[in-house]
């Protein structure tokens, strides 16, 4: 089966990326747009694009699937663009890669027979253009109309990714959830440097006694099971210790005070079973219920 010839609309880090990956598994790449027009000629050149644009309906005519990596604010008021725009064909699949919107917030399109659907990855990308290699083995979230669904899912079998398929109602769980573990992931690791900054070390000799630990815990949660990966005094029912922590964090500042409880708790939920429980209710009354 042939496959489908693309278009782009926003040349951010994602949209760029998700394109080159799909020219290099054989997508055509037929145009580019972007508010930044010297962004789009630039993506265009890169990914061998006829057209490079800064209006979006300019690159639709020529595709077969249009990818929309654009913010999440932007994506309705494009979509009712491209409606108004007579750019659209019956037939066509339009593919916005929000992780929190559903895909009927394409539903301005849908009048022209054209399919919807949202395909996010779940990977952080801090780069244009990085390519296939950075989507191999990673999960999309999947969500739309019958026929875009099944062309997605043929577009991540070409990445060598796995498809799951998500409800609508369920997509801002799931954000949140890659939110915890990519975004706030970084916030941590700075809020440790910054804690290690206090006690007397430079901020760049911090990162690089803590990225070690952070990468070993990585590697033991894929190894095993959640718990597994879990060491420290909560862990251990270590409530003196606990509590010297939060002596030091009310000094240090209600922010990394307040990360440093929540996630405590947490963890003890995470671990209260395998507590006696003297020490189970010892942490509970340290962290504060």
């Known amino acids: 089966m042939a496959k489908p010839v693309i278009s782009l609309i926003g040349a951010g880090r994602l949209g760029t990326s998700l394109a080159a990956a799909l020219a290099e598994k054989g997508y055509p790449v037929h145009g580019v747009a972007d508010r930044d027009l010297k962004l789009a000629q630039q993506a265009a050149r890169d990914l061998k694009a006829a057209v490079a644009q800064d209006d979006p309906a300019a690159v639709c005519a020529g595709a077969g699937l249009v990818i929309v990596a654009v913010p999440d604010g932007q994506i309705k008021p494009l979509s009712e663009r491209l409606a108004a725009s007579g750019a659209l064909r019956k037939g066509q699949i339009i593919c916005h890669t929000s992780g929190f919107l559903p895909a009927s917030v394409l539903v301005a399109v849908k009048m022209h027979g054209v399919y919807t659907i949202s395909m996010h990855p779940l990977m952080s990308f ?146 209260r079973d395998k507590l006696a429980a003297g020490q189970a209710q010892a942490l509970e009354r340290t962290l504060g219920g």
Not at 182 to 194: A, D, G, K, P, Q
Request: glycine content about 8%; charged content about 20%.
């Open 126 to 271: 801090t780069r244009r253009m990085e390519g296939s290699q950075a989507f191999r083995g990673i999960h999309f979230a999947l969500e739309g109309d019958a026929v875009a669904l099944e062309a997605a899912r043929e577009l991540v079998a070409a990445l060598d990714g796995f498809a799951v398929v998500i409800k609508p109602q369920d997509k801002p769980l799931y954000h949140a959830a890659a939110v915890l573990s990519s975004n706030y992931l970084v916030t941590l690791i700075s809020e440790s440097v910054e804690l290690l900054r206090r006690a007397g070390i430079a901020e760049e000799d911090a990162k690089q006694m803590l990225l070690p630990m952070a990468a070993a815990i990585i590697g033991h949660l894929r190894d095993g099971e959640l718990g597994q990966a879990l060491t420290g005094p909560i862990e251990r029912g270590d409530e003196l210790t606990v509590a010297g922590h939060l002596q030091a964090l009310r000094q240090a500042g209600p922010e990394a005070l307040a990360i440093y409880t929540a996630l405590g708790k947490a963890t003890l939920r995470l671990v």
